[in-house]
Nanobody, 124 residues
Framework: QVQLVESGGGLVQPGGSLRLSCAAS????????MAWFRQAPGKEREFVAA????????YYADSVKGRFTISRDNAKNTVSLQMNSLKPEDTAVYYC?????????????????WGQGAQVTVSS
């Protein structure tokens, strides 16, 4: 079992920045690909960013490329999502997810473990 806990959500104005963090516990964190997904009201949960277990390659949805950065710290068992130039359409609940020996697949069905979610609201 892997337990994931997100933090860092909140309310921010358009153009602002937020940093989400996800703390993992339970199994060897470095063996898991980590990803962020988000779900806006009335919409499907969608892929945002991922980082594989094996190297520092990163993957992003086109909608966030150039604005968001995913990173991991295996020594601290954490994965972060730095979000810059936020837009109202980035408003959603953001979920951290883990996939054992994953390569950063964008399909949510690949991920076995999920956090409880963190609300991000972008509004003036």
């Amino acid at each position: 079992q892997v337990q994931l806990v997100e933090s860092g959500g909140g309310l921010v104005q358009p153009g602002g920045s937020l940093r989400l963090s996800c703390a993992a516990s339970g199994r060897t964190f470095s063996n898991y690909a980590m990803a962020w997904f988000r779900q806006a009201p009335g919409k499907e949960r969608e892929f945002v960013a991922a980082i594989p277990w094996s190297d520092g390659t990163t993957y992003y949805a086109d909608s966030v490329k150039g604005r968001f950065t995913i990173s991991r710290d295996n020594a601290k068992n954490t994965v972060s999502l730095q979000m810059n130039s936020l837009k109202p359409e980035d408003t959603a609940v953001y979920y951290c997810a883990a996939d054992r020996y994953g390569l950063g697949d964008p399909r949510k069905s690949r991920y076995d473990y999920w956090g409880q979610g963190a609300q991000v609201t972008v509004s003036s």
